[in-house]
Every structure is written in structure tokens, then in C-alpha cells.
């Protein structure tokens, strides 16, 4: 089993900055590829960004394509993900997540999920 905790959501103004921490127990992190995903109210779960086990690889939809950036600390056992330029739109509950496979851009290739940080971007 992992354990995910995720951390620094919160309530910012459109164009403002937040960076999102997920601090990973239970097993190796570097065995791990990690995910974010957010989920708004009413809609579906969807990603945000993910990186493989070295970081080599990421992946990031057009609605978050230079406004976000995922990285990791494997020394940390810790994932981030920096938000810049912040809409209304990427109001939702953030997700950190790990996949044992070592990398998918999709939900179904995670394994162990956070509880969620809310992340809140006012106009």
C-alpha cells in the first residue's frame, strides 16, 4: 500500500499562482509514476499532469499546457504541482496519485490516490 497526502489548495484570485504537494509513505517513491487529477463539481475526474519514475516523461492536457507544471523529489518521496495563470475553470478538488506501472496519463493506470485538496480560483 501507498499513502498519498495532498497539501496547499486553497482560495486564490483568477491569474494567481498555487503550488500543490503530495508526500508519499508505504513503499519506494521512485517506483512509482505520479499523477494529478481534478475532479469539479458535477463533472468527471479528469488529468492534469503526470511523470514518470525519473521525471523524463510528462504529460499535460491543452487546458493546463503552460500554465502548469508537474515535477518530483524522489529524495523527498514528494510530487508537486506548480499552477500559474489561474482560472475560474481549474476550480475543482485536486488528486495526487501513484501507478506502480511507471507511467499513464490516464486514470485507469493509478493505483493508490490522495484524499484531494480543493483548489478554489475566484474571478
Known amino acids: 500500500q501507498v499513502q498519498l497526502v495532498e497539501s496547499g489548495g486553497g482560495l486564490v484570485q483568477a491569474g494567481g499562482s498555487l503550488r500543490l504537494s503530495c508526500a508519499a509513505s508505504g513503499r519506494t517513491f521512485s517506483d512509482y509514476g505520479m499523477g494529478w487529477f481534478r475532479q469539479a463539481t458535477g463533472k468527471e475526474r479528469v488529468t492534469v499532469a503526470t511523470?514518470?519514475?525519473?521525471?523524463?516523461?510528462?504529460y499535460y492536457p491543452d487546458s493546463v499546457k503552460g500554465r502548469f507544471t508537474i515535477s518530483r523529489d524522489n529524495a523527498k518521496n514528494t510530487v508537486y504541482l506548480q499552477m500559474n495563470s489561474l482560472k475560474p475553470d481549474d476550480t475543482a478538488v485536486y488528486y495526487c496519485?501513484?501507478?506502480?506501472?511507471?507511467?499513464?496519463?490516464?486514470?485507469?493506470?493509478?493505483?493508490?490516490w490522495g484524499q484531494g485538496t480543493q483548489v478554489t480560483v475566484s474571478s
Open positions: 496519485a501513484a501507478s506502480y506501472s511507471g507511467w499513464s496519463s490516464r486514470i485507469s493506470g493509478y493505483d493508490y
Open positions: 511523470i514518470s519514475r525519473s521525471g523524463g516523461n510528462r
